[in-house]
């Protein structure tokens, strides 16, 4: 295996890099560099200092042939065993693309977690070639090309973060390189961006069968993970001591509906749009399945993904497609009306098929989509479907308004059924880990592959 590095240093200037900044890259242990000199002095083009930097990195990303390819800004000092260890992360961690010091002090600042944290500093950045290629530094108003590049990889499905053994300093007083918390004085970050910062909601509905699993399973591993989102839970037939308790756990609003025998897969399609019409249209939301869900780690990345996808619905996939799902055939051949029999097997064979347990978006985006769907699924497109849920709706809605979703990676809504073995293993506590190393966020159980899921977490 090479540990051949194209190191490529950015700086605002073509001045000498100071003694400390070279001395950090010759100390370098382990590892064969070889040093790129980026200049990122604006021209004419550029309409603000993330539009130079953005089109320095591009330049510098061509730059070398190694397999791997590190950023650093020319006020940066690497710690001697810095891009090895950055180096043997990476190497482990096959589905992300790049990992970074944290050499602004960022994570001692934001509760996110280090492989995941909603902004990644790119002074200090190892990439793999093979990935860095995918990327196109850009900026956006109110988003650094830093910002950018997390957003674009993370939707490609791979990783991006920082490394708690890689060090690295921020020069105090230096040259004051092209580091990406720079903000270009045509854009500051004001009223235009304020509804980014609104926090995300969890929305999910169930009835009385299912109340002790959302209680302990859903609510118990959501919280065990660290996320204080605001729940709402839409209730079916609850006794008034079940909605008593479930009122005095912390963060959770329930609305109360009685039970009319409809499944909640249903009914919730038309019972979410009041819910949501309350809230901020600009709102990140997601819902799951209440049942047969565990959490394992921090939503923020999720709600990042619905703020840089502000006009999509975000929907996963499921394991297996037609024909090996079985369910694509039996739930199409009972439509009525012909042509629509035939439009829908034609759509949910070849596109990939969504699971329903779970999409996320703003409020604003979910209400269009729950709106249509719920009148989709009582049209002629579905009438008379053999589905007992709301999942031939969306993969209609979906793959009839293909520029209105997104998919996202099957990690925040992790099937088990119809997944082979050799994909996952089981940890203690029934922890779920990919085998490839990629982590899973959110485990999804259906077809009763939880159900005798024995978990202690409380309310």
């Known amino acids: ?122 002074g200090a950045t190892l990439f793999r070639r093979d990935r860095l290629v995918l990327v196109n530094f850009r900026w956006e108003p109110g988003k650094c090309e830093c910002r950018c590049a997390c957003d674009d990889l993370r939707r490609a499905g791979f990783g991006v973060g920082y490394l708690p053994e890689a060090k690295a300093r921020h020069q105090q007083n230096g040259s004051s390189a092209a580091h990406s918390l720079d903000r270009p004085a045509t854009q500051p970050f004001g009223a235009a961006s304020a509804w980014h910062h609104l926090p995300g909601r969890v929305l999910t509905a169930f009835d009385e069968h299912h109340f002790l699993r ?115 055939g039996e739930w199409t051949e009972t439509i009525n009306d012909r042509r629509a029999r035939r439009r829908a097997f034609e759509l949910f064979s070849t596109r990939p098929f969504l699971n329903s347990g779970f999409v996320a978006g703003t409020a604003r985006v979910l209400l269009r989509f729950l709106r249509e769907t719920d009148r989709i699924l009582h049209s002629s497109a579905l009438r008379g479907t053999s589905d007992w849920g709301d999942q031939s709706a969306l993969n209609l809605y979906c793959h009839t308004h293909p520029e209105a979703w997104r998919e996202l990676p099957d990690t925040w809504n992790y099937c088990l059924f119809g997944r082979s073995r050799s994909e996952f293993r089981i940890g203690p506590g029934w922890r779920i880990d990919r085998r490839d190393g990629t982590p899973v966020f959110v485990v999804h159980g259906n077809a009763k592959q939880l159900l005798h899921t024995e978990l202690s977490f409380t309310v």
């Not at 989102?229 to 609003?253: C, D, I, K, N, W």
């Open 214 to 328: 959302f209680r302990r399973q859903f609510l118990g591993t959501l919280r065990a993970a660290g996320n204080r989102e605001q729940v709402t839970a839409v209730a079916y037939g609850l006794y008034s001591s079940q909605r008593g308790a479930l009122e005095m756990a912390p963060g959770v609003e329930v609305v109360g509906v009685t039970d009319n025998g409809v499944h909640p897969a249903i009914r919730r399609l038309r019972d979410f749009q009041s819910v949501l019409a309350r809230w901020d249209p600009n709102t990140p939301v997601a819902y799951w399945d209440a049942g047969d869900i565990i959490f394992q780690a921090s939503l923020a990345p999720l709600w990042e993904l619905v703020r840089s996808n502000p006009g999509r619905l975000l929907a996963v996939r499921e394991p297996t497609g037609y024909p090996q799902n079985l369910a694509i």
């Open 1 to 122: 295996m090479t540990n051949h590095v194209d190191v490529i240093v950015l700086s605002r200037g073509a001045s000498e890099l100071s003694e400390v900044v070279r001395r950090g890259i010759s100390a370098q242990q382990g590892v064969s560099l070889t040093l790129h000199r980026v200049i990122g002095s604006p021209s004419a083009g550029d309409t603000n200092r993330w539009a130079t930097i953005a089109r320095a990195r591009n330049l510098g990303k061509r730059c070398g042939s190694a397999p791997w390819v590190l950023f650093v800004d020319d006020d940066v000092i690497l710690d001697s065993g810095c891009v090895w260890e950055l180096l043997e992360a990476l190497r482990g961690r096959p589905s992300f693309a790049a990992l970074a010091a944290d050499y602004l002090g960022e994570m001692a600042a934001q509760p996110a977690t280090w492989d995941y944290p909603w902004h990644v500093a790119m």
